[in-house]
């Protein structure tokens, strides 16, 4: 779906960065660009933020989370 937008998910660093900017994810969480040996094991890495901090976790990438979207990056 991102390929079709045009844009790039966040990496973990982007992730880290944006949440300098202003907090986001506070409710829910995001999916996250996952490196590629993680990816063909069948895991994916997601973030959000609570207790004050960023978390990064992983899960199934046939995981379902109805209020889990992913965040990204446009190159203009």
Request: hydrophobic share 35%.
């Amino acid at each position: 779906m991102a390929d079709d937008m045009g844009i790039e998910l966040l990496t973990e660093e982007d992730y880290q960065a944006l949440q300098k900017l202003g907090t986001v994810d506070t409710k829910t969480s995001s999916w996250l660009a996952t490196p590629k040996e993680v990816r063909s094991l069948g895991g994916a890495i997601f973030g959000d933020w609570r207790f004050g901090r960023v978390f990064i976790y992983h899960n199934g990438a046939d995981s379902y989370y109805g209020v889990r979207g992913f965040r990204g990056k446009l190159r203009l």
